[in-house]
């Protein structure tokens, strides 16, 4: 049922904010080069420890046109110190230890539910998974009262996608704890931005002057609204490539250069991300057929070589292959970092989950500290 207050498959177009010059915050320890072991770790304690004293000023992760360039540089610094928490034997901190997290999934996810679900646990988190397919929502409850049994259970995070734009942030304002928007109908999808931004920093040192080409159905995507509304912030310039019937209106408005033609709008750009057909959101036919589709649009090699030389596939996954992307382009080990983008969500949500648990009352459940 779509809640008051929430927009189906809405892209309003609110005007577009550019932040000022980011601040240089500490960098994370991804640049170390440690010899041994030890060394790493406690360069990795002392990254976290200097993140530590950084106070996050938001109760919630709704969107990313809800940040400053401050707060993205914040995020990304502290998940840079993750990344390398993740890649040790022992994994487990205690942040959240005695807090709990619920992961509420209106819609199917594989990658962003178990990677909050992996970041609860390394923080020490109480993490409880509840599917639609579970919830009393099938049997006719409405969103309002889900959300108010689950304020009743006392969680402190709560991490939620829904169907429906709009939905999320409608929630969190019926809620005491805090809610991390995990993707709302074609509003927002918050973490896989800064994920994505995680891993073009990483690989590029900054976003600053980048040319980024986001092509497929940018209009049932939230993540080309969140990748948008992140890469204009901090200085990326961004294309995006899709035939008309796949462009909300007015797109422009975003900030965006408009493409239709894969070859024109690939020239010469740093960054591809690709994006899957979303049929789940189409309400008839939006391209004449997938075969066609992919001739024009999918990204093989042939249009491949219009963008730099070096320039990074990405792809939030899941891949439909053949359809906007060919195979081989997509395992190519020399171009595509998709695989890294999945380890850098963890990464990501780690650092959502660190930041806005410091905004939690200290010494009693969430509920009813509103
Ligand atoms: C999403 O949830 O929006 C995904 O990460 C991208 C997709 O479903 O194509």
Redesign the pocket.
């Known amino acids: 049922m779509l809640p008051a207050g929430a927009v189906r498959g809405g892209w309003p177009l609110p005007p577009c904010r550019t932040g000022g010059p980011a601040p240089v915050l500490t960098p994370g320890i991804s640049c170390l080069q440690g010899p041994g072991f030890g060394l790493i770790q406690f360069a990795l304690m002392s990254s976290l420890r200097t993140h530590s004293a950084l106070r996050f000023p938001h109760r919630h992760l709704l969107g990313i046109k809800d940040l400053s360039a401050t707060d993205i540089d914040q995020i990304l610094d502290l998940a840079d110190s993750y990344v390398e928490l993740n890649r040790q034997v022992d994994k487990k901190q205690n942040l959240l230890r005695g807090r709990t997290q619920i992961n509420l999934f209106f819609e199917a996810?594989t990658r962003?539910q178990s990677s909050f679900e992996l970041a609860g646990k390394r923080l020490g988190a109480d993490v409880l998974n509840m599917a639609v397919s579970n919830s009393a929502l099938k049997k006719g409850e409405t969103l309002i009262d889900t959300a108010m049994t689950l304020n009743a259970l006392r969680p402190d995070l709560l991490v939620v996608r829904h169907p429906d734009s709009g939905a999320v942030e409608l929630l969190s304002q019926k809620v005491d704890c805090a809610v991390i928007n995990a993707?709302d109908g074609s509003n927002e999808?918050p973490t896989?931005a800064l994920l994505d931004a995680l891993t073009i920093r990483r690989r590029r040192g900054s976003l600053q002057g980048l040319l980024v080409a986001i092509c497929g159905d940018i209009l049932h995507?939230?993540?080309a609204r969140s990748n948008i509304y992140l890469l204009n912030r901090m200085g990326a310039r961004v294309r995006v490539v899709a035939p008309p019937t796949l462009l909300p209106a007015h797109i422009d408005r975003l900030g965006v250069e408009v493409f239709h033609d894969m070859r024109a709008g690939l020239q010469d750009v740093d960054i591809v991300m690709m994006?899957?057909l979303?049929q789940e959101r189409m309400h008839g036919a939006f391209v004449p057929s997938l075969r066609e589709y992919y001739h024009f649009h999918g990204l093989d090699y042939e249009k491949l070589s219009r963008a730099k030389p070096d320039a990074l596939i990405m792809h939030?996954?899941?891949m439909n292959r053949g359809v906007e992307i060919d195979s081989e382009v997509a395992d190519d080990i020399d171009r595509s970092v998709i695989r890294e983008q999945v380890e850098m969500g963890v990464a990501v949500r780690l650092a959502i989950l660190d930041l806005l648990s410091r905004n939690l009352p200290a010494n009693s459940s969430a509920a009813g500290a509103k």
């Open positions: 996810s962003t993707g999808h896989q995507s939230r993540v994006l899957r979303q939030p996954g899941p």
